[in-house]
């Protein structure tokens, strides 16, 4: 059984940092693109981070550039979310997703879904 969990999320003020973590199971996900999105009460679901199967591209929301950093660990099959200068406005329920390409996961065709992390900033 495929499986993506998520860790790491929490309550934190603004201007402060979390580091997201995405441990996947039940298969590699070497050659799959990850990502993370997130869906605050109210708003629909969005797009925040991706990166290639390879590490070698990623790709941000404007509205998270230069603050949030996405990398992962294909040995240990992880994905992580380095958030940085945190707002109120990043809070969220943050979840993890696998795709098989960059782009299909930047649009939200995702083949996995982890169950998601709160994010909460206080200001």
């Known amino acids: 059984q495929v499986q993506l969990v998520e860790s790491g999320g929490g309550l934190v003020q603004a201007g402060g940092s979390l580091r997201l973590s995405c441990a996947a199971s039940?298969?590699?996900?070497?050659?799959?693109?990850m990502g993370w999105f997130r869906q605050a009460p109210g708003k629909e679901r969005e797009f925040v981070a991706a990166?290639?199967?390879?590490?070698?591209?990623?790709a941000y929301a404007n509205s998270v550039k230069g603050r949030f950093t996405i990398s992962t660990d294909n040995a240990k099959n992880a994905v992580y979310l380095q958030m940085n200068t945190l707002k109120p406005e990043d809070t969220a329920v943050y979840y993890c997703?696998?795709?098989?390409?960059?782009?299909?996961?930047?649009?939200?065709?995702?083949?996995?879904w982890g169950q998601g992390t709160q994010v909460t900033v206080s200001s």
């Open positions: 039940g298969r590699t996900f070497s050659t799959y693109a």
């Open positions: 997703a696998a795709s098989r390409t960059l782009d299909r996961l930047r649009l939200g065709i995702c083949d996995y």
């Open positions: 990166i290639s199967w390879n590490g070698g591209s990623t």
